[in-house]
């Protein structure tokens, strides 16, 4: 495991210096000005000599090249740099920001999981049933809905129609202080949201792998020699069952990323969302790339969980053919 470890450290360092190129080459063709984002709206009526004294401290004029060497030396040492539409340093921007959007996407991933695996099993126990075809036939609905038509219908239904849960923030409007209570009430619609963008690979892969597993031979075998259902199905068909779905973890990661951005911005959670369409808006090389470099390195080690995963749950792979 600490050889596949370090391969894959080694293998996504040039991945990463990479990703981060292209995100200063972006942003460098891209038509929004940073000088004037970061400005405002004083650049309405600001004389040209100030926007270029403004443009040579940003650093505007110099290639994307330079401006990319310069971050990744500095980031290299450190620094992230600051960004210039939050005026703040980027590394307190993450800082503040990535808590809440971890523990969005990890009570979603928990959740869409966990529901996941039980509705697969329930629906191979027997194939072609009721539960069956209703299970996977709102599994392939689910999978084609937008993630924020999906968080657009929870607000509508839940907080304006039901008026049972808040539509969006973090805590009540006026709160003096972020109590467990209110964030776990205001986590309700969002982790929710996200955890159904995510519950239907969930459903087939456990429902596929499950039901290969039911009619493979160690399992009849041990229907044969009288063993309980529970038993066959718990002890037998479900651990080589689930294998498939280790592999799905990985995979999931960055439709996980890209979901949370979504529902961040619906439910005006205060995550990374808002500063990562703040930051592109306004071409914040050092944010964008900082972020981006964020999600690259989550992406990364979710591939490297399945597969450690994977080889520790499979005796029959060798890791070091991974």
């Known amino acids: 495991m600490a050889r596949?470890?370090?391969?894959?450290?080694?293998t996504g360092v040039p991945l990463l210096l990479a990703v981060t190129l292209g995100v200063f080459a972006l942003a460098a063709a891209s038509p929004f000005d940073p000088v004037r984002g970061y400005a405002g709206d004083a650049a309405l009526t600001a004389d040209q000599e100030t926007?270029?004294?403004l443009a040579a401290n940003l650093g505007v004029g110099e290639s994307f090249a330079v401006r990319w060497?310069?971050?990744l030396t500095a980031a290299l040492g450190g620094d992230l740099g600051d960004s210039t539409v939050l005026r703040q340093p980027v590394a307190e921007v993450i800082g503040e920001r990535a808590v809440w959007s971890a523990l969005l996407c990890a009570v979603a991933f928990a959740v869409a999981v966990s529901v996941g695996t039980l509705l697969g099993?329930?629906?191979?126990?027997?194939p072609g049933g009721l539960l069956d075809r209703t299970v996977t036939?709102?599994?392939?609905?689910l999978s084609a809905a937008p993630v924020f038509w999906l968080a657009l219908l929870a607000v509508w239904l839940f907080a304006l129609r039901l008026d049972v849960l808040p539509a969006g923030?973090?805590?009540?409007?006026?709160?003096?202080?972020?109590?467990?209570?209110?964030v776990a009430e205001h986590l309700v619609l969002p982790a929710g949201v996200l955890a159904v963008s995510q519950l239907p690979w969930f459903v087939l892969y456990v429902r596929q792998g499950v039901g290969d597993a039911l009619a493979e031979d160690p399992v009849r075998g041990a229907r044969a020699r009288g063993l309980a259902e529970r038993t066959v199905l718990l002890r037998h068909a479900l651990r080589s069952g689930l294998l498939p779905v280790l592999t799905l973890i990985g995979s999931r990661v960055p439709e996980l990323i890209t979901g949370a951005l979504l529902v961040e911005t619906v439910f005006s959670w205060p995550g990374i969302a808002d500063a990562t369409v703040r930051a592109a808006t306004a071409v914040d090389f050092q944010l964008l790339a900082a972020l981006t470099a964020f999600a690259t390195v989550a992406v990364l080690l979710g591939n490297l969980l399945a597969d450690l995963l994977y080889g520790l749950f499979d005796p029959?792979?060798?890791l070091r053919d991974m």
């Open 316 to 318: 029959r792979v060798d």
């Open 169 to 182: 923030g973090l805590t009540d409007s006026g709160a003096s202080y972020v109590s467990f209570g209110e």
């Open 69 to 71: 060497w310069d971050w």
């Open 121 to 126: 099993v329930l629906a191979a126990r027997r």
């Open 4 to 10: 596949l470890a370090a391969r894959r450290i080694l």
């Open 137 to 141: 036939g709102l599994a392939y609905t």
């Open 51 to 53: 926007l270029d004294r």
